[in-house]
């Protein structure tokens, strides 16, 4: 366990625990307020991600940010972070292992924030934090708690690009997140 995020950092800035290393432009490590009530966990990072060396500032991240003022979230209230601290190639989905040499980053990232509610956005944050035998059509929208934290398992804000038909049930469930934390 890390005392302070410049800890943490330091300790992550030459990772080569697994493959995802050798192309990497940036580790992404994480943005927002290190003592933020609500933590955001997504997969991995992108090609803007993966450039500019933050999470969610691609597609995805900007449509996140609409949903966020829309609902009276300010995105420098939370934090964020993901899975992987480095792109996988192709935007695949990160492989088993690559998850496994990543997550005690991203312990160490909850244990330093504190929060309240995690918000886990999708199928690849929702089964890497609370397990494999979660499914994000079944799970999304329902709070879980373990170890007094909140859960509340959403879409990725990816998958709204793909299938605008989910942008109700990510802005329902972000509204039960600001809901939760008034």
Known sequence: MYQTFEELKESIKDCKKCKLCNNRNNIVFGSGNENADIMFIGEGPGADED????????????LMNCAFEGIGINREEVYIANIVKCRPPSNRNPEKDEVEACLDYLRNQVL??????????????????????????????????????????TFHPAALLRDSQKKIYFWNDLKEVKKAIL
Request: glycine share 12%.
């Open 112 to 153: 330093l924030v504190k929060p309240k509610i995690i918000v886990l956005l999708g199928s690849v944050a929702l089964k890497a934090i609370l397990g494999e035998e979660y499914s994000i059509t079944k799970s999304r929208g329902k709070w879980i708690e373990k170890k007094g934290i909140k859960y509340m398992p």
């Open 51 to 62: 450039i500019q060396g933050k999470p969610f500032v691609g597609k995805a991240g900007k």
